[in-house]
């Protein structure tokens, strides 16, 4: 009796793992909520996707910073690019451009792409190379020597041209494939919808993609969401971190 008892218990306590597990997953909870008093830095990441964008509205949403596409690959720039660099420009938000990586693309194609299109001004936040998988490299991961090879060229090229260490955006899927301990002298930027970043590497973020799902005021694209980020520190940190990680003037 106490045996089936004990079963029964094991059962539903599997059965509630799994159906917190799917509403985690299907975001209907929300288990990340990265503390204000620890993380009082937060900004947006946006694209095309976000449509018309009210820079000033969207900058009176409680945030500091705004990382804008610029680029993918060697041929690609984001259609709202230009405009969105302009007039986020005319804001208080510490603002930057970001590139997402090909793994097609040779890392000195897309540097010089990048580089063609993102102009180098003075106080703009590091560049930001995104790496991640699409299509069927989720399940074909690209060779990782040819890839890290590539992206060094990349990283390199940026910061002879803008004079600054650029970023690096991953997934902890990327991440764990090509960057860790091979990219550990530069700033991360991590994505994690779910959980906190904080699996065994305190500290060695930089910036955490925590909620791909927010909605703010001041933007009316196809995109009803838009992505929200933390700074890893406090509000004198990010002062040192901007005046370490912003482009200086040419000299």
């Known amino acids: 009796m106490k045996k089936k008892l004990w079963m029964g218990v094991a059962v539903l306590a599997l059965f509630n793992i799994i159906l917190f597990g799917i509403l985690v997953y299907q975001k209907k909870i929300i288990i990340n909520h990265p503390s204000e008093a620890a993380y009082p830095i937060r900004g947006v990441d946006v694209s095309y996707y976000q449509g018309e964008i009210d820079w000033e509205i969207l900058a009176g949403e409680d945030i500091n910073f705004a990382f804008i596409k610029a680029t993918e690959g060697s041929g690609h720039i984001d259609t709202k ?15 930057g451009a970001y590139h997402f990586f090909s793994f097609e693309s040779t890392g000195e194609a897309q540097a010089e792409h990048f580089i063609s299109v993102v102009p180098k001004e003075e106080g703009m936040l590091c560049p930001v190379i995104d790496i991640e998988f699409y299509g069927n490299l989720f399940y074909n991961k690209p060779d990782v020597e040819k890839t890290r090879k ?16 650029p970023l690096i955006y991953a997934t902890e899927s990327s991440y764990s494939t090509y960057i860790r301990g091979a990219f550990d002298e530069y700033p991360l930027w991590i994505r994690n919808v779910y959980f906190s970043p904080n699996m065994g590497m305190p500290g060695k973020w930089t910036f955490w993609q925590y909620d791909s799902e927010a909605i703010l005021e001041g933007y ?7 992505d929200m980020n933390v700074f890893c520190g406090s509000e004198q940190e990010w002062i040192e971190f901007l005046e370490e990680h912003t482009v200086k003037a040419e000299q």
């Open 150 to 165: 590539e992206l060094r060229s990349l990283l390199n090229a940026l910061e002879a041209y803008y004079g600054v260490k």
């Open 81 to 95: 690019f230009e405009e969105n660099w302009e007039q986020a420009g005319k804001t208080d938000l510490e603002r």
């Open 220 to 226: 009316s694209g196809e995109e009803e969401h838009i």
